[in-house]
C-alpha cells in the first residue's frame, strides 16, 4: 500500500458549525473531530458509520464542498499536497456522487448537454463537438444503453438507477483522480446498487481513480473497500481490512455494528416460531386468484392513443390462517398496487379476492365497510400516517368511532388495552404523539389496527423505515400477537433479510407477477426462478455468499410495464436466457406443494425441501 | 407528432370555451333587464317604431334561434353590424327621437379592426415597461432573499398593487401632464399618447411579476442541483444564468396565463380614463349603450384571443420544461 | 446475531425522541400566523389597518360632520397644510361643501364591507368545489375545472359591465359579481390542495379504517387545506376593493348620494385644475389603507410559503 502516491492526505481534521448568524461561541458544534485517513491511487477506502456520524460531512470535506455554516477547526485536508478547499479542484481532480442522482442536475435541459456543459466549464481548451464525443464515450463507459438516444433525454425520463451511472459519468468527465461516493447505492433497489457497486469497481480499474466509499451499509462497503475505517460521532473508531474488521472488531462499536447485521444464511436465521406452515384443510384466509390490474396512461406522443401499464398481471396464492406470508420484489414490480387490491382499496380488473370465504367483488359498499376491522392494512410511514393533531387515545378510538363500535367509556376501555398491548404507556393517552420515536408511533398504528380486532393484518413495508433493533422488537410483538390472537400476516417488503425472519412462505414478484413462491427455506437454498437467484445473490451482507452476484445478474435495467416484452420479463437481464424465454411467458413449474415457478428452468425440488 | 397532438386537442378545447363564453354573453345581454332597442330609438319614440326595430334585428325571436343564427353568420366570418354606430364612425343614441338602425350601420369587424391595433400596442408598451421594473427587481430579490433588495420588492409590490389604477392615472396626469407638461395624456395624436396609459397599466402588472419572481428565484436556489453545480465545477454565476433563471421563469408563465383576465379590466379602465380609442374604450361604450352586436363580436375575438394567448405560454412553458408535457 | 425472540416483548419502548423536536405541537395555522406576525411587514401592516380601523369607526362620530349634507359656503377648501385650509377639514372640502375626510371615511366602510362579504363567498363557493373535485375527482371534478377553465377566460370586468350597467347597482348585486370573478382560482387552488392531501398517508390509513368520504373530508382535508388559503384570501379583500372602485368610478358600483371612493374620484375630476384635492385625496386614502392590507396579506402569503413548503 505504500508504494502507490498518495491521493489524499486527512491529518486530524476537525469540522464544526460556525454557528454563523446567531453569534454565540457557545452554541458550536463539533461535527467531525480529529479525522485521519489517507488514500492512495487505485485503492478504495470504506468510511461506514451510522446516520448521524458525520459521513456527508465528511465526504463533502474531502472534496471540498462544505456547506454553509461549516468551518475546518483544525487539521488540513490535502490532495496531492494541496489543500483542497476552493474551486480549483472540483469537477477537476476530485469528482463526487451523491445521494440524490434525480435531483443534481436542472431538470429543464437534458443530460449529454449538462455533462458536456461541466466538462467545457472544468477543461476550457474543448470544443462543442469534441465534448460530446466525450460524453457519449463515457455514457457508453458506465453501461447506459443507446447512449446517442439518451444523450438528448431529460433527468427525469431515467430511473435511479440509470441516473446515478449518469452522475458516475458526470464525475468521471473531467478525469479526476479521486472520486468520493457519497452514499450512492442507498435510494436504489438492491440488484441494482449490486450492479452500480460492480459498475465502480470496474472504473476503478479501468481509469486508475482511487475512490473513497462513503456508506452507512457495512457489507456493501466491505464488498468494494479494500481498507475501512468506522466513524462514529465524528470520530475514527477503527479502521482495518474489511474482512479482518469483520471476523475480529477490536472495539465493542464495531462489534455492535458487525452484530446488527442480520444473518441470511445461516440455518439459525429462520429459527422462527412457526417455521412450517400449519396444514390447513379448512379454507384460506385469503385467496387471490387470477388477479390483474391495468392502468391507462395517456399517450403524449399521439393524438388520443393510451398506454397500458400492466401493473400486476394474473397473480394467484392463498393464505392461510395464522400463516406469515412475504411478498417481495423491486421498485416497479407491482406489489404497492396488488397491496392496494388485497384491502380493496383499489378494484382488480379480472380476477377474485376472497376474504375467509367472501368474494369481496360481491360485497355492496356497506357490507364491505362493516368487513374492513377484519383485515387491516398496516403503512410504512410512521409519521404521515397519523393525522396531525390528535391525541394518541383519539387516533387510536377513531376506529371504534367509525365503525360504531363502542362509545364513551367502553371504548376509552379497550382504547387503554390496547395501548398495553402493543407496549405503549397507557399514561400518555391524552397526549400528543409529537416527541415520539418511529417504533412507538408505529405502535400507536399498530393499536389503531387492533382494536378493531382483526384477523388478518397487511403489513406493507411497515417495518422498513425502523432501524434494526425496533424492527426485532415489533417483529417481537408480532410474534407475541399472535400467540394471543391467531393473526394471519402478509409482509410487504424489499427487506429480504427481514422476510428471511418470520415469513414461513415468500412470493417473489417481478414486473407484476409472481415469478416464484416458495418456503422460506425452499427459497433462500435453491430459487427456481432466475430472478429469485439474483435478487438473493445481490443482498449485501457479511456471509459468504451462496450465489454470485456475476453470474447471476446482467446487466440492464428491468423492461418498462408500458412496453412488456413477449416471453418472460426477465430474459434481458438472465444469464439462463434461451431463445424460447423470448417467445412466450413461461408457466408456473410446480416445484412442490404450494411452491412454483414460472420459468421453463425450473426443476422440481427435493420432495422433502418443499415440506 | 406529439406536438400535433397537443395542438389539436387544445384548440379544440379553445373552440369549445369561445363558444361557451359566447353563448354566455349572448344570453346575458338579452335576459338581464332593460331594452336596448328603446335604447336605441331613444325613450321617447313610440311603441310602433320600438316594436318594428324589434323585429327588424330579429330581438324578439327566442334566444337559442338567435343564437344559431348569429353562429351561423360568424362562421362565415360576418360578426354583424353594430347597433348604435353608423358607418360614418359617430356614435349615436340618446334621447332624441330617431331610428337609427334605419341608417347604414358599422360593422363590427371594422370597428374591431381600426381599435385593437392601437389596443395592441398599448398592451405591448405596458409590458415592457412592467418588465422592464419587474425583472430585476424580482431576480435581485429572489437572488438575496431576505435581505434589502427582497424586502424592496415587497413593499415596492405591495404599494403599486394598492394604487387604483383610475386613480394613478389621475395622479399622474396631474403631475406629469398638467404641471409638468412633459407627456400628454388625454386621446390619441401620436405614439407618445401611449406612454402615460402603458405606464399606469405597468405598474398594475408589475406586483405580480414581482411577487412571483422572488419566490421562484428563492425557491430555485435552493435546489440540490444549483448547489451541486460548485462541486462540478461549474461557477455561480454560470449556475444562476444558466439554470436557475430557467427553471424559475417557468411559474411566472404559468400564472400568467390566469392573470390575463384580470389585465384585461385593467386596459378598459386605463383607455377610459384617457380617452385612448383603442379596443377597452370601444367595449365599456358598447355595454353603456348596449349595442349587442359589438359586444357579442368583442366579447368572442377577446376570449379567442385569451385562449390563443394561453396555448402559446404553455408551448413555451413546456418547451423549457419538458416536464409540463402531460 | 440477531435477538429475535430474547429482545424483550412489549415492553414501552424507551427510545430517545429521535427525528421530531420535543417542542409544543403547534397547528399549521398556528404556525403561519406566528411566522407572519414576526415580520416588520406584517406589524406595519397591521398597525396602519387598525388606526384606519379606528378612524373610520369613530371620527364621523367624534366629528360630527355630516358626509352628505351640503355646506355652500364651505366649498373648495383645500387640504392641510395649503393656505386656507382648517384642522375641521383636513382633507379640503368638495364642491358641495361636504367634508372629503368624513366622505371617505364612510366610502372606507362600504368598500370594507363589500371587499370582505365577497371574498367569504369567493371563498366559501370556490373551496367547496375545489375541495369536493380534488378529492373526488372523475367526472365532476373535471366538469367544475372545465367550467372554472371557461369563466377564468372571460374577461370579468365585462361582466360586471354587463349586469351592473344595465340594472340598477345594489350592495348585493355588486357583491355577487364580485364574487363570480374570484371563485375560480379559490376553486383552483383548493383542488390541487385537496389533491395533494388526499395522496397522503394519512387519508390513505383512514379510508383503510372504513372512514366515509365525508368523514375524511370534514376532519382531516378540510381543515389541512383551508386555513392556508384563507389567509391568503386576505389579498383579495384589497383586490375586491380597488374593483369594486373601478366600478365605481365607472358609474357602476354603490349608487349616490352613498360616498364611494370610485364615484368621488369621478366626481373630483371635472375639477382636477383648480381642486386637486378632491380626486386625490381620497384616493391617496384608500392607498394607505389598501397597502396595510397588502402587506398583512402578502406577509401571511409568505408565512403559508415558508411553513407549507420549507416545512
Known amino acids: 500500500m505504500q508504494d502507490q502516491p498518495v491521493l489524499l492526505d486527512v491529518q486530524h481534521l476537525s469540522i464544526e458549525t460556525t454557528g454563523a448568524g446567531r453569534g454565540s461561541a457557545a452554541t458550536r458544534r463539533t461535527l467531525i473531530d480529529d479525522v485521519t485517513l489517507q488514500l492512495a491511487e487505485r485503492r478504495v477506502v470504506g468510511v461506514i458509520g451510522e446516520s448521524g456520524a458525520g459521513k456527508t460531512v465528511l465526504a463533502r470535506a474531502l472534496a471540498g464542498w462544505l456547506p454553509d455554516g461549516l468551518a475546518v477547526r483544525a487539521g488540513h485536508v490535502r490532495y496531492k499536497g494541496r489543500e483542497v478547499v476552493g474551486p480549483a479542484l472540483q469537477g477537476r481532480e476530485i469528482g463526487y456522487i451523491g445521494a440524490d442522482p434525480t435531483r443534481a442536475l436542472d431538470p429543464t435541459v437534458p443530460i449529454g448537454p449538462q455533462i458536456a456543459e461541466k466538462l467545457r466549464a472544468v477543461q476550457l481548451r474543448v470544443g462543442a463537438a469534441e465534448a460530446r464525443e466525450k460524453v457519449l464515450a463515457l455514457l457508453a463507459a458506465v453501461r447506459?444503453?443507446?447512449?446517442?438516444?439518451?444523450?438528448?433525454?431529460?433527468?427525469?425520463?431515467?430511473?435511479?438507477?440509470?441516473?446515478?451511472?449518469?452522475?458516475?459519468?458526470?464525475?468521471?468527465?473531467?478525469?479526476?483522480?479521486?472520486?468520493?461516493?457519497?452514499?450512492?447505492?442507498?435510494?436504489?433497489?438492491?440488484?441494482?446498487?449490486?450492479?452500480?457497486?460492480?459498475?465502480?469497481?470496474?472504473?476503478?480499474?479501468?481509469?486508475?481513480?482511487?475512490?473513497?466509499?462513503?456508506?452507512?451499509?457495512?457489507?456493501?462497503?466491505?464488498?468494494?473497500?479494500?481498507?475501512?475505517?468506522?466513524?462514529?460521532?465524528?470520530?475514527?473508531?477503527?479502521?482495518?481490512?474489511?474482512?479482518?474488521?469483520?471476523?475480529?472488531?477490536?472495539?465493542?462499536?464495531?462489534?455492535?455494528?458487525?452484530?446488527?447485521?442480520?444473518?441470511?444464511?445461516?440455518s439459525k436465521a429462520s429459527a422462527i416460531a412457526r417455521s412450517a406452515p400449519v396444514a390447513r384443510s379448512d379454507a384460506p384466509i385469503l385467496n387471490v386468484q387470477h388477479v390483474s390490474k391495468i392502468y391507462r396512461v395517456r399517450d403524449r406522443t399521439a393524438f388520443n392513443r393510451v398506454h397500458e401499464v400492466r401493473a400486476v398481471r394474473d397473480v394467484s396464492f392463498t393464505v392461510s390462517r395464522g400463516e406469515s406470508v412475504g411478498i417481495v420484489g423491486e421498485s416497479g414490480c407491482g406489489k404497492s398496487t396488488l397491496t392496494r387490491m388485497l384491502t380493496w382499496l383499489e378494484t382488480p380488473d379480472s380476477g377474485s379476492i376472497e376474504f375467509d370465504g367472501r368474494d369481496l367483488r360481491a360485497l355492496t359498499a356497506r357490507q364491505l365497510r362493516a368487513l374492513r376491522p377484519q383485515f387491516q392494512l398496516l403503512l410504512q410511514d410512521p409519521y404521515n400516517a397519523l393525522p396531525a393533531g390528535r391525541t394518541i387515545g383519539e387516533i387510536i378510538g377513531e376506529p371504534l368511532a367509525i365503525h360504531r363500535l363502542a362509545r364513551g367509556r367502553e371504548a376509552r376501555e379497550r382504547v387503554l388495552q390496547v395501548m398495553h398491548e402493543v407496549g405503549l404507556p397507557v399514561g400518555q393517552v391524552d397526549e400528543l404523539p409529537v416527541s415520539m420515536s418511529a417504533g412507538q408511533r408505529q405502535r400507536i398504528n399498530i393499536a389503531r389496527a387492533l382494536v378493531l380486532e382483526p384477523k388478518l393484518m397487511v403489513l406493507d413495508e411497515t417495518l422498513s423505515s425502523l432501524d434494526q433493533v425496533e424492527q426485532s422488537r415489533l417483529l417481537g410483538l408480532f410474534e407475541r400477537l399472535y400467540q394471543q390472537h391467531g393473526l394471519t400476516y402478509v409482509y410487504i417488503s424489499h427487506d429480504l433479510a427481514m422476510v428471511r425472519r418470520v415469513c414461513s412462505r415468500v412470493a417473489v414478484m417481478y414486473l407484476g407477477e409472481v415469478v416464484e413462491l416458495a418456503t422460506n427455506e425452499a427459497l433462500f437454498r435453491d430459487p427456481g426462478h432466475p430472478y429469485s437467484r439474483a435478487l438473493l445473490s445481490a443482498i449485501p451482507t457479511l456471509e459468504p455468499h451462496p450465489f454470485d452476484a456475476r453470474q447471476c445478474l446482467l446487466e440492464g435495467e428491468p423492461p418498462s410495464p408500458i412496453d412488456l416484452p413477449v416471453g418472460c420479463g426477465f430474459a434481458n437481464r438472465c444469464p439462463r436466457a434461451e431463445a424460447r424465454c423470448r417467445e412466450r411467458s413461461p408457466e408456473a413449474v410446480q416445484r412442490g406443494p404450494q411452491s412454483y415457478a414460472r420459468c421453463f428452468m425450473a426443476e422440481a425440488l427435493y420432495p422433502e425441501m418443499a415440506q | 407528432m406529439y406536438f400535433l397532438g397537443f395542438l389539436v386537442r387544445r384548440l379544440a378545447q379553445g373552440a369549445l370555451i369561445v363558444l361557451l363564453v359566447s353563448l354566455l354573453i349572448f344570453t346575458l345581454l338579452r335576459v338581464v333587464p332593460g331594452d336596448p332597442v328603446r335604447l336605441m330609438v331613444g325613450g321617447m319614440a313610440p311603441d310602433s317604431v320600438v316594436q318594428e326595430a324589434s323585429e327588424r334585428l330579429g330581438l324578439n325571436q327566442p334566444i337559442p334561434l338567435q343564437f344559431g343564427r348569429y353562429l351561423l353568420r360568424l362562421i362565415h366570418g360576418d360578426m354583424g353590424e353594430s347597433f348604435v354606430r353608423p358607418a360614418n364612425g359617430a356614435s349615436v343614441g340618446g334621447s332624441t327621437f330617431d331610428d337609427p338602425s334605419r341608417a347604414e350601420r358599422a360593422s363590427v369587424l371594422g370597428l374591431v379592426g381600426q381599435t385593437l391595433p392601437l389596443t395592441l400596442q398599448l398592451a405591448a408598451l405596458a409590458f415592457v415597461f412592467a418588465l422592464l421594473i419587474g425583472v430585476p427587481l424580482g431576480i435581485a430579490g429572489g437572488l438575496h432573499a431576505g435581505r434589502w433588495p427582497d424586502k424592496l420588492a415587497f413593499y415596492a409590490g405591495s404599494v403599486f398593487v394598492s394604487l387604483p389604477n383610475f386613480w394613478l392615472g389621475i395622479v399622474l396626469t396631474i403631475l406629469l401632464s398638467v404641471q409638468l407638461g412633459w407627456i400628454p395624456s388625454i386621446g390619441y395624436q401620436g405614439f407618445v399618447y401611449t406612454v402615460l396609459p402603458a405606464l399606469v397599466l405597468a405598474v398594475e402588472m408589475a406586483p405580480f411579476i414581482l411577487r412571483t419572481l422572488t419566490v421562484s428565484v428563492a425557491q430555485v436556489m435552493n435546489e440540490p442541483f444549483i448547489d451541486a453545480g460548485a462541486v462540478r465545477g461549474i461557477g455561480r454565476r454560470q449556475m444562476v444564468w444558466r439554470h436557475a433563471l430557467r427553471n424559475a421563469s417557468v411559474p411566472l408563465l404559468n400564472l400568467f396565463g390566469i392573470q390575463l383576465?384580470?389585465?384585461?379590466?385593467?386596459?378598459?379602465?386605463?383607455?377610459?380614463?384617457?380617452?385612448?380609442?383603442?379596443?377597452?374604450?370601444?367595449?365599456?361604450?358598447?355595454?353603456?349603450?348596449?349595442?349587442?352586436?359589438?359586444?357579442?363580436?368583442i366579447a368572442v375575438l377577446t376570449s379567442a384571443i385569451f385562449v390563443l394567448i394561453n396555448i402559446v405560454v404553455d408551448l413555451i412553458a413546456a418547451t423549457i420544461d419538458p416536464r409540463l408535457e402531460s | 446475531m440477531s435477538e429475535i425472540l430474547s429482545a424483550p416483548l412489549g415492553e414501552p419502548a424507551r427510545l430517545p425522541a429521535a427525528a421530531q423536536p420535543a417542542s409544543a405541537y403547534r397547528s399549521v395555522p398556528h404556525r403561519i400566523l406566528a411566522r407572519a406576525a414576526a415580520t416588520w411587514e406584517f406589524r406595519i401592516g397591521l398597525a396602519v389597518f387598525v388606526g384606519v380601523l379606528l378612524v373610520t369607526v369613530l371620527y364621523p362620530w367624534i366629528s360630527g360632520l355630516d358626509p352628505a349634507k351640503a355646506a355652500v359656503s364651505m366649498r373648495f377648501k383645500p387640504p392641510m397644510p395649503a393656505d386656507g385650509a382648517s384642522w375641521a377639514h383636513a382633507l379640503g372640502t368638495d364642491q358641495l361643501g361636504r367634508d372629503m375626510l368624513v366622505r371617505s371615511l364612510i366610502g372606507l366602510r362600504y368598500s370594507l364591507a363589500i371587499g370582505v362579504a365577497s371574498v367569504l363567498l369567493m371563498f366559501g363557493v370556490g373551496c367547496t368545489l375545489g375541495l369536493v373535485a380534488g378529492y373526488r375527482g372523475g367526472r365532476p371534478g373535471a366538469l367544475i375545472m372545465r367550467v372554472t377553465d371557461a369563466q377564468l377566460s372571460i374577461p370579468m370586468i365585462i361582466l360586471a359591465i354587463t349586469v351592473l350597467g344595465v340594472s340598477r347597482p345594489t350592495v348585493p348585486a355588486i357583491v355577487l359579481v364580485l364574487s363570480l370573478s374570484g371563485w375560480p382560482l379559490y376553486a383552483r387552488v383548493a383542488r390541487s390542495a385537496a389533491l395533494a392531501e388526499s395522496k397522503r398517508e394519512s387519508v390513505r390509513g383512514a379510508r383503510i379504517l372504513g372512514a366515509s368520504d365525508l368523514r375524511i373530508l370534514l376532519t382531516m382535508i378540510g381543515p389541512a387545506v383551508l386555513p392556508p388559503i384563507a389567509f391568503v384570501a386576505v389579498l383579495d379583500i384589497a383586490r375586491m376593493m380597488i374593483f369594486e372602485a373601478i366600478l365605481g368610478f365607472l358609474g357602476l358600483g354603490v349608487q349616490p348620494p352613498t360616498p364611494s371612493f370610485g364615484s368621488i374620484i369621478a366626481d373630483g375630476r371635472k375639477y382636477l385644475i383648480n381642486a386637486w384635492w378632491?380626486?386625490?385625496?381620497?384616493?391617496?386614502?384608500?392607498?394607505?389603507?389598501?397597502?396595510?392590507?397588502?402587506?398583512?396579506?402578502?406577509?401571511?402569503?409568505?408565512?403559508?410559503?415558508?411553513?407549507?413548503?420549507?416545512?
Open chain 3, 278 to 311: 378632491i380626486a386625490t385625496m381620497p384616493g391617496a386614502f384608500l392607498l394607505v389603507s389598501l397597502t396595510s392590507i397588502n402587506l398583512m396579506g402578502a406577509a401571511l402569503e409568505r408565512a403559508r410559503n415558508a411553513v407549507l413548503k420549507g416545512a
Open chain 2, 261 to 297: 383576465s384580470g389585465l384585461l379590466g385593467g386596459v378598459l379602465v386605463v383607455e377610459y380614463i384617457f380617452d385612448y380609442p383603442g379596443l377597452g374604450l370601444l367595449t365599456v361604450n358598447a355595454v353603456l349603450q348596449r349595442d349587442f352586436p359589438l359586444i357579442q363580436g
Open chain 1, 144 to 266: 447506459i444503453p443507446a447512449p446517442q438516444k439518451r444523450y438528448l433525454e431529460y433527468p427525469f425520463q431515467f430511473s435511479g438507477g440509470m441516473m446515478q451511472r449518469v452522475m458516475i459519468a458526470d464525475a468521471l468527465i473531467g478525469d479526476p483522480a479521486l472520486l468520493i461516493a457519497d452514499n450512492i447505492t442507498q435510494p436504489l433497489d438492491v440488484t441494482v446498487a449490486a450492479q452500480i457497486l460492480r459498475l465502480l469497481r470496474e472504473l476503478v480499474e479501468q481509469f486508475g481513480t482511487g475512490v473513497v466509499f462513503v456508506s452507512a451499509s457495512l457489507p456493501m462497503a466491505s464488498e468494494v473497500a479494500d481498507e475501512l475505517v468506522v466513524l462514529q460521532s465524528g470520530r475514527v473508531i477503527e479502521r482495518g481490512e474489511p474482512g479482518h474488521l469483520v471476523r475480529a472488531p477490536a472495539e465493542p462499536y464495531t462489534r455492535d455494528l458487525v452484530l446488527k447485521i442480520p444473518e441470511i444464511w445461516t
